[in-house]
């Protein structure tokens, strides 16, 4: 469901939202689609501003002002609704430069021993089809062999 469904102030009659505040929000929900999208594919860390997800880095990251979310169409809808998914964001996420550096430290040690894993499984696989190339050889010299004494007999 959409966070951003109501675009009037409180107690002003229903409007059609003017173009620039179309594009502010649009910008603003695609920006917190790319975060949400950064972070789980960097593994549950933010990936710029030392890992630190704010207002600041939302509206950046939107190319939207921070003063536009000050703005009486902006400052009970749609700041309060980014205040809500920065909670709630901010509660899955390390806060601190030291907490980021052992949270990526912890998903780099994971994906050292991913390496290590899929290095054996790689050697496994090698050997297999070695082993099966040379079995290949073996009957191809033997289905030589069988064609040349049919072509005798």
């Known amino acids: 469901m959409d966070t951003f469904t109501q675009f009037k102030q409180p107690g002003a009659p229903t409007e059609k939202p003017n173009a ?4 502010a929000l649009g910008r603003l ?22 890992g630190r997800v704010t207002q600041s880095e939302l509206c950046r990251r939107a190319d939207v002002k921070k003063a536009t979310l000050q703005n009486p169409v902006h400052k009970d809808t749609t700041r309060v ?16 430069r030291a907490g980021t550096r052992d949270r990526v430290t912890a998903v780099a040690d994971t994906l050292s021993a991913d390496l290590v894993h899929l290095t054996v499984a790689k050697q496994a696989l090698e050997a297999r089809l070695e082993a099966a190339d040379v079995l290949i050889q073996h009957l191809r010299q033997e289905n030589a062999l069988l064609k040349s004494r049919l072509d005798i007999a």
């Open 20 to 23: 620039r505040t179309e594009a």
């Open 29 to 50: 929900r695609q920006a917190m689609r790319a975060i949400e999208a950064d972070i789980q594919a960097h593994h549950g860390i933010y990936p710029l501003n030392f």
């Open 81 to 96: 609704e980014i205040m809500a998914w920065l909670d709630a964001l901010n509660a899955e996420l390390t806060q601190t």
